[in-house]
């Protein structure tokens, strides 16, 4: 939202403090001022108003033409090459010492020059090119009533043109309907500043237009009364379709709007002024002067100004004539009855429409305009009889425009003040402040609140309409924050009991579980939590056990991801460009169907590591991944885990890897990439490996694995035995078997196919050398 | 043997010894338990006792002699070893070989550098669930469908009708009807909104969000919290600077600047020049919220506040796009430790 100095001036006595000083001040009291800046800050007072008082052509160039301007008193010569310039028109002279803007808006100072041996003073400048809006064409010709002004510098007319605009966001207002007009702004910047507003005469809710016969037969049926609580028309006729004001025409420039023509412009000024958006029908357009207010047909057809067809639904709200939608509610005006040149009849409305219809219509259509940006946030229905006669009285500054109907005002529950109680201790008690009671009823008269005394009770607040937000006592405390200054409050940090905060185990779980995984050389990943197709399938994934988005940024985010695999191991070929080699890990949540698709995702929190090696052994690689796997384990002091074959993830290669299993719990996978997973992603001659956890399950574990041993001081043998075995498991179950508890360490030396030679430490005494004895003669029976 | 001879013996082996091994080797063969020495001590038993005593001095004479010459003759060898170190000289300026560790990504750092600060005040750290429903993302902070102020959280759905949560107020009722008062909870979550990313914009972020809620809770309450935790933050005292904002779950609501760390507020680069920067959303937890969390907002009343943790480590280390945090580039994640 932007606020225009010029205009708000119009309902603020005095002279407005410097534009950055009330930047500050609207930050303070109402939200940030997200800019500010002057208006054509390089335009000065050598442009002045003057008049063509001759032209002939320049006798060296046939292009030009030697002008003769005069302020009244004195003469220049201006040489121009302009086609639109006519003796006796006004139009804008920059002198040298001017500065103008080019049409690429560079700027230039202008200087007296020569022209094919005629020096020209000065220049005639378009409208462009003193920053009166876009208009390139030819000379600027001002209005030939301002022959009054000649001589005076152009800004001294048209203060305007150097307006400071102040911006707001317009979601930081989003509560404040109130704000999206200059007399909403202009309240908050009198009660920031404390001074007392000046209230326009259009303001009162009550009118009595008296229209001249003879009168159109127009009528009004609200059918859709849900939808509209206040419908209000009133046709004029006499309507001479022309330029606005310049002033006007300036205002709307300020505040970010393009000039069109007096009636449309009279309307946009109403909404920047009240934020009341009005609509104008062209009368001799309709089919009948009946106006309809409806719900649209399911599947009917409404054209709207831009031309554009745009099919409705039953949840539409339409104005429409004679069958046919003339406009979409509150929203967008329909083609069929727009203002052109030639309207000479025409009706203005001034409407309150339902917010939600209004919201979910615009989103819908895509058609997010001026009006509906205003009416989705709840407009005071109060405004509509002000607007309307602000409306009338803007058309009249150019053309005749006779009233041609009474008011119809279809308004059936009109809208009345609220009142909210207040203590002005509840008021401090929230804000932790000593704010004294008659400091917090001066803030509330300033901002047009009704301010009642109640013995012992505080105050009762009448709320003005036009305050839609404000409906309970803790919006007044705000009231009194904002305008009294939070940065008053004393700083307090609040009391508590040294009771120790309940400790989340899964949160330190997941720290010092990335923390190792660091440590163990291990780079910690971080991926979006969304997926597409490509690699779902790249991973072997099927993309229908995957959550869509309805509305996904890109197709490669079109899913929430059910794996960390796939967005790892592109992540892995990412980096494979830059590194040798990766060790990677992700602790992240997947999303994953539960058995009713209706029901809230199941999102367990994974942990998947990977390495990668180029030219190894797949033993070795395998070996690692393991290792690694078995080191993250102890220093969790998790129970064993058992590796066992199974049903794996489609992206495991099926004999190179394992179930994780924790007692009888599945817990995760470990083993080396599928082959063709691996050729998807082109990972060349790079292997490798991974496991996969998730880390809901094993949290709980963490931390209760270990046992206390007490060390075994006595003297330890240490020897190697050679024997076969089906595989590493067996071979050390059959040590273990019978060596029993003289067994201190079992490890493999070395493995060559089914024959393993192991390492083993043994308590050196004599019940253990019986034990070996034993296991010796068992070893060479088989053997 | 006699004497003599194992004397000259001892002195032609001892001739040959350059090295600290072959030194040690001859103590043992002539000075050890079962060495050259203690053998003749042991054939002193079998002489009669007269020559007994001669001998035995003569022997440990001897025993004196050996022990002499190995002590000089380890001197020497110590002497030829300082000599041959100076010519074992290496390039020290060679770099070192590192042994591989892994990086935390600066996110994850971040989370533990807030938690640890938030444990330290008392608040309780719990992680948010990433998808939620409406009621939790929305309804329950009291923003209805079809209101204007969903525009604040561009949301991404999916075909069922959850949401990637917006914002980590997401939790809050869960948070008021999983405990009782005095609640305070610190919520570290993933966030998501459905916009176009460019450098300073992306759809995936994280956030950290404090809930407090007591009998008798403030504005002065939060905004003396808020300080004290980016005092602890950025150790040092840091002013703030409160503005009106507007949230549905808060009231009133504010957005608060911090007096720029990294200049003391007279202007830099990180702050644009401004002295202040804009670092959080805050404000008094609406009666409606703590209603709806089954608080009763006559007896409680509490505060909230919410900032990005990207945004912090963006300002620290001066990061020019958001988008680096999820492209899984090392030569972006290897540089935070």
């Known amino acids: 939202m932007k606020i225009s100095q010029t205009w708000i001036s119009d309902f603020l006595p005095g002279q407005l403090p410097p534009a950055e000083q009330l930047a500050e001040k609207l930050s303070a009291s109402l939200a940030e001022v997200s800019n500010w800046q002057e208006r054509n800050a390089w335009l000065n007072e050598k442009i002045i108003v003057a008049k063509i008082i001759s032209l002939r052509p320049h006798p060296q160039a046939d292009h030009l033409q030697i002008a003769q301007l005069s302020n009244g008193q004195r003469h220049w010569q201006v040489i121009s090459a302009a086609t639109n310039i006519r003796r006796g028109q006004i139009v804008p002279l920059a002198l040298p010492g001017a500065t103008v803007q080019t049409p690429k808006g560079d700027l230039k100072t202008i200087t007296a020059r020569e022209f094919r041996g005629q020096i020209s003073a000065g220049m005639m400048t378009s409208a462009q090119e003193v920053g009166a809006g876009s208009d390139q064409q030819g000379i600027w010709i001002l209005p030939s009533d301002w022959e009054k002004h000649l001589g005076q510098p152009l800004i001294k007319i048209l203060p305007a043109l150097k307006d400071v605009v102040w911006e707001i966001e317009n979601k930081a207002l989003t509560h404040r309907p109130d704000c999206f007009g200059q007399l909403g702004l202009a309240r908050e910047i009198a009660a920031s500043l404390k001074i007392t507003m000046k209230v326009p005469p259009y303001f009162q809710n009550h009118w009595q237009p008296h229209p001249k016969k003879p009168w159109l037969p127009l009528q009004i049926q609200v059918k859709a009364g849900d939808l509209c609580p206040r419908y209000a028309v009133l046709a004029l006729r006499n309507i001479k379709v022309t330029a606005s004001p310049l002033w006007l025409q300036q205002r709307l420039l300020s505040v970010g709007l393009r000039p069109i023509n007096n009636i449309v412009d009279a309307t946009n000024y109403v909404m920047m002024e009240l934020g009341q958006p009005m609509h104008a029908f062209d009368a001799q357009k309709l089919t009948d002067k009946t106006i309809v207010v409806r719900r649209a047909r399911e599947g009917e057809i409404f054209v709207g100004l831009n031309q554009r067809r745009y099919q409705l639904s039953h949840d539409d709200l339409v104005i429409a004539n004679h069958g046919q939608p003339i406009a979409l509610a509150g929203i967008f005006g329909g083609e069929n009855s727009e203002i052109d040149e030639k309207s000479q009849e025409i009706i203005l409305e001034a409407a309150n429409f339902q917010k939600a219809t209004i919201r979910r219509s615009a989103r819908r259509h895509g058609l997010r305009t001026d009006a509906s940006l205003r009416f989705e946030k709840g407009l005071d229905p109060n405004l509509a009889i002000p607007a309307l006669k602000l409306t009338l009285a803007l058309i009249r500054l150019t053309s005749p425009a006779t009233i041609a109907s009474p008011l119809i005002d279809h308004y059936p529950q009109p809208v009345k003040s609220k009142t909210i109680n207040l203590h002005p201790q509840f008021v401090n008690q929230i804000l932790g402040g000593k704010i004294r009671a008659t400091t917090m009823a001066a803030i509330f008269k300033r901002l047009d609140l009704g301010v009642k005394k109640k013995r012992g009770l505080g105050w009762q607040l009448t709320i003005p309409t036009f305050r839609p937000d404000l409906k309970n006592p803790i919006d007044l405390v705000e009231e009194v924050g904002r305008f009294y200054g939070y940065h008053r409050l004393p700083l307090q940090l609040p009391q508590r009991p040294l009771r120790p905060t309940p400790l989340n185990r899964a949160w330190q779980n997941d720290q010092q579980a990335r923390q190792l995984l660091a440590s163990l050389g291990f780079d910690e990943i971080y991926n979006y939590s969304f997926v597409g197709q490509q690699l779902l399938t790249a991973a072997r994934l099927k993309p229908k056990i995957a959550i869509p988005l309805r509305n996904p940024l890109s197709p490669a985010l079109a899913y929430l991801a059910p794996s960390l695999v796939p967005s790892l191991l592109a992540t892995a070929k990412l980096n494979l460009a830059n590194f040798n080699q990766v060790r990677l890990f992700s602790v992240a949540h997947v999303f994953r169907y539960q058995a009713n698709q209706q029901q809230m995702p199941a999102q367990p929190k994974m942990i998947v590591a990977l390495l990668s090696r180029r030219q190894v052994k797949t033993e070795t690689i395998f070996r690692q991944i393991k290792g690694h796997l078995e080191i993250f384990w102890q220093r969790l002091q998790l129970p064993p885990f058992q590796l066992k074959s199974g049903t794996l993830p489609a992206y495991f290669h099926p004999g190179q890897s394992g179930q994780i299993f924790l007692g009888r719990q599945l817990i995760g996978y470990l083993g080396l990439l599928h082959p063709l997973v691996a050729k998807n992603f082109n990972f060349g001659q790079n292997k490798i490996a991974l496991f996969e956890l998730n880390f809901d399950q094993l949290s709980p574990f963490i931390g209760q694995g270990d046992k206390y041993h007490p060390p075994y001081l006595g003297a330890v043998l240490k020897i190697d035995i050679s024997l076969k075995a089906k595989n590493w498991r067996q071979a050390q179950e059959k040590v273990a078997r019978i060596l029993a508890d003289s067994l201190l360490k079992i490890s493999l030396r070395d493995h060559f196919e089914q024959k393993y030679t192991l390492h083993l430490e043994l308590k050196s005494n004599p019940k253990s050398r019986q034990r070996w004895q034993k296991l010796l003669r068992i070893i060479n029976q088989q053997e | ?337």
């Not at chain 2, 770099?95 to 550098?113: D, F, R, S, V």
């Not at chain 2, 002065?220 to 980016?230: D, G």
Request: net charge positive; with cysteine.
């Open chain 2, 1 to 337: 043997m006699t004497i003599a001879a194992l004397r000259r013996q001892f002195q032609q082996e001892l001739k040959k010894v350059n090295q600290d091994r072959q030194l040690e080797a001859l103590r043992i063969r002539y000075l050890g338990r079962k060495g050259l020495l203690n053998r003749l001590f042991q054939q002193l038993a079998k002489l009669p006792p007269t020559q007994r005593r001669r001998r035995g001095q003569a022997i440990n004479q001897l025993k004196n002699f050996f022990r002499q010459e190995i002590a000089a003759r380890q001197d020497q060898l110590n002497q030829n070893l300082l000599t041959h170190l100076e010519k074992e000289k290496i390039d020290i300026s060679l770099p070192g070989k590192k042994p591989k560790l892994g990086h935390l990504h600066p996110i994850t750092l971040m989370k533990q550098e807030v938690a640890n600060i938030f444990q330290r005040m008392g608040f309780e750290v719990i992680e948010a669930q990433e998808v939620n429903d409406d009621y939790h993302n929305f309804g329950a902070l009291d923003i209805p469908a079809d209101h204007p102020a969903r525009d604040l959280w561009d949301t991404f759905w999916t075909r069922e009708g959850f949401i990637p949560i917006t914002h980590t107020s997401a939790m809050q009722n869960w948070i008021y009807r999983q405990r009782q008062p005095p609640i305070r909870v610190a919520v570290i979550g993933r966030c998501f909104r459905h916009e176009a990313t460019d450098a300073s914009h992306e759809h995936t972020f994280h956030q950290v969000e404090a809930v407090y809620v007591d009998h008798q809770v403030s504005v002065a309450n939060l905004l003396a919290t808020l300080k004290a935790f980016f005092n602890a933050f950025y150790h040092q005292e840091l002013p703030l600077k409160i503005r009106p904002s507007y949230f549905p779950f808060v009231e009133p609501g504010l957005e608060i600047a911090i007096g720029c760390p990294f200049c003391h507020g007279r202007g830099c680069p990180v702050c644009q020049q401004s002295g202040w920067i804009e670092i959080l959303g805050a404000g008094q937890i609406h009666p409606q919220v703590l209603k709806n969390g089954g608080l009763d907002p006559k007896k409680y009343r509490g505060f909230a506040w919410g900032l990005g943790l990207e945004r912090l480590i963006m300002l620290r280390y001066q990061i020019e796009d958001i988008r680096h945090f999820h492209r899984g580039d090392l030569r972006f994640s290897q540089q935070f430790r």
